[in-house]
Structure formats: C-alpha cells, structure tokens
C-alpha cells in the first residue's frame, strides 16, 4: 500500500492508472467528527496495487480525475452515491465506467447489503469494523488506520468479478449496467436553507413562537461553535438537548442542570452561554417571533388513483417475489404512483414515463399495464 500526499506523486499515480482497465475506488470523509465535512482520503485499488490519496493535501486531483472520468475503463465503488458527491463537491471531478457493487448485490436479491456483508458472503473475506467511526481528519494518520483504509478496496475487484459472473448467469448484467449509468450523474446537492435548519428539528413543530424563537438561539449558538471548534455539530450538542432546552426555557444553571437531555458535563462548561442565548430569546418582542411554518396541504387522495395503486402494487409484489428482488428496489412507490396517475396505454408509453428504467419496463411492464387496462377510467 502506497501513501500519496504531493501534487507531484499524485499526478505521476494519474499516468499510471491510465494503463490500468480496471480502478477500485472508496473514500474517507470527516462528517462525523468535523463541523467542516471534507474528503479526507480517496483509496484506489487495481488487481496488483493498492494506493491511498491524501485528498487533503492536494488542491485537485489533475490526471486522476481525467482517470476517473475515463468511460474506456471500469472504476469500481461500493454503494458510490456519497464518494460521488464528495468528488463532485470537493473536486469537480465525475466517474465513467461505474461498476457499484451494492447496485449489483441488490439485482442479485441480496437483503444485507453492506460492504463487510457482501464481501463475506461472495468472496469470504471478512472486514474488520475497528476504524469504522474514525476521524478521518486527523494528522498524521496512523499507518494502521492506513492499512484499515486500504482493505476497502483491495477485495473490490474479485469481488466485481464474481457479482458480474452471477449478473450475467441471472441474465440481469445489463440491468445492472443501466443503474450503473443513472448513478454517473449523482451530484453534489447544497443543503436546504441554513437559516430555516432550526425548524428541521424532530420536536420543533410542537414548540410555540417564543419556544421557537429559543430553539433558534441556542442552534445558532451550537452552530458557532461548532464551527469554531470544527466539530460534528452534534458531537458538540444533541438535538434533543436543545429542542428540550427550548421547551423548558430553564432560567438559571440548576434549571438547565435539571434538564434530562442535557449532560452535566456541558451545562457546567457552557451553561453561561446557553442561557445567555435563551435570556435574548425570552426578551424578544412579540413582533418578531418567529412564525411556525406553514404546512403544505396535500390535496385530498383521489379514490380511482388510489385504487390503481393498489393493483399495481399487488402486481409489483408478486414480481418481487418471483424475481428475488426487494419490492422497493424493483418499483418504489412513487413510481407506482406515477404509473397510476398516468395510466400508460402499453410498454411503450409506460417507459416514456420520467425515471422509468428499461429494466424495470422489462421486469414487470407488460403486467403492470395489464392491471391497468382491467380496470376503469382507463385513459
């Protein structure tokens, strides 16, 4: 395993994979421990050689992203979705040529999906999980929590080369191949608005105007801190803590200690500063207290749809169940709900349909269709 962190050995390591057909690819990201979430090290594996990039070390990835975006070679993930966004976010960089191994074990009807779970199954290697809820972040990185990052990848060949085997013995390799293709385009989406983020909170909705008005102190106090910190946000302060906070408004450090879900340790080291931030909250005047935001209302169900869902997913469970595949995998319900409102007249039309898969059109179309045209108010 090779350790690269200069622009210098990163852009000779691009040259070199350029001969190779086939790249294993994962990464290591500090959400869990940092207020700042950043890609922290991107692991390549071939069939001889393993490598781990620094991706903090480096300002881009030059030849390796031109590598990555290569569609002449194969670039193998495990569940790509999240190494997809940071590359996109943090680099600029796409992949070509993706092979997801998660996608492949779920057209193979696997229920346990995790990487440690279908490798043991399929190529009987066993994961170690010690380093799972590392800090990715930290520097230097122990040659040990190197090595951990390495086995991510250094199985993913064989273990592609067997799942491929097994997609072409079930006749599924080019559904596979489709999804594999959609999941190219996975990009970076920004978070919803940071201003309104207080009001995501599991308990908000059931604060009032003055409550809500100190939820939005003290979340903008962990926050900052956090942020000065660079730590996990609720690594600093659970949102439970402070939705009960802002329930109970405690107006002195015994009524904050008092709080079950605030630990002891934080109300003696930052009890000051939370009930200063909940002090500004009670002294706002009426007039600007926030507003609970509105709820959207739903438009009431529409019985004849309703009805078409029902048929079409009775049709899609038993499909499920002949195929070996998860039922939501093989159409999720917003499909079905699609589907039912649509109405289409035959294959055709239904794989018009947006996000409507070919594979999925070749899985169950023709019996979706069916159910559709044996009922009324068909189109």
């Known amino acids: 395993m090779r350790y ?46 393993t490598v781990v990039v620094d991706t903090l070390a480096v300002a881009d990835l030059g030849a390796l992203a031109e590598m990555l975006a ?12 999240y190494d997809l966004r940071l590359l996109d976010r943090d680099f600029g960089a796409t992949v070509r040529g993706l092979f997801d191994t998660k996608i492949a074990a779920q057209f193979l009807g696997e229920a346990k999906l995790g990487l440690a779970n279908v490798l043991e199954k399929h190529v009987g290697v066993t994961l170690e999980k010690k380093h799972q809820r ?33 997609l072409l013995g079930a006749d599924r390799l080019a559904w596979a191949e489709e999804e594999f293709a959609v999941q190219e385009e996975t990009r970076w989406e ?38 000065a910190m660079d730590r996990a946000a ?13 329930r109970s408004m405690p107006g002195s450090a015994k009524a904050l200690a008092h709080l079950d879900s605030v630990p002891d340790s934080l109300a003696r080291r930052y009890g000051s500063e939370l009930l200063s931030a909940l002090e500004q909250a009670r002294s706002l005047p009426d007039t600007t207290l926030p507003e609970q935001p509105r709820r959207g209302r739903r438009p009431p169900p529409d019985p004849e749809v309703e009805d078409r869902v029902e048929r079409l997913k009775a049709v899609r469970d038993r499909r499920s169940e002949v195929l070996g595949l998860d ?8 499909q079905l709900e699609e589907v039912a409102r649509e109405q289409p007249r035959d294959v055709d039309a239904l794989a018009a ?17 069916a159910v559709l045209g044996d009922g009324d108010g068909r189109k």
Request: some cysteine; proline content about 7%; charged content about 35%.
């Open 327 to 334: 039922r939501g995998f093989l159409m999720p319900r917003w």
């Open 234 to 246: 609720f690594r600093v302060l659970p949102d439970n803590a402070l939705v009960g906070m802002a």
């Open 134 to 166: 590392a800090d990715w972040a930290r520097r230097p990185l122990p040659r040990e929590m190197l090595e951990y990052a390495a086995t991510d990848t250094v199985h993913l060949p064989e273990l592609r080369d067997v799942l491929k085997e097994k």
């Open 70 to 81: 290569d569609p002449e070679r194969e670039v193998v993930f495990h569940d790509a979705d």
């Open 190 to 227: 920004p978070p919803a608005d940071p201003e309104t983020a207080y009001q995501r909170l599991k308990g908000a909705r059931d604060l009032g105007r003055r409550q809500l008005a100190a939820l939005k102190a003290v979340y903008d106090w962990r926050e900052a801190r956090a942020k």
């Open 353 to 369: 349909l947006p996000g409507v898969r070919t594979w999925q059109v070749e899985a169950l179309g023709e019996e979706l269709v």
């Open 4 to 49: 690269i962190d200069t622009p210098e050995e990163l852009e000779r390591l691009g040259d070199e994979l350029r001969e190779a057909e086939l790249v294993a690819a994962d990464s290591e990201a500090a959400g869990f421990h940092r207020y700042h979430d950043r890609l922290c090290l991107l692991q390549l594996s071939t069939r001889r050689d």
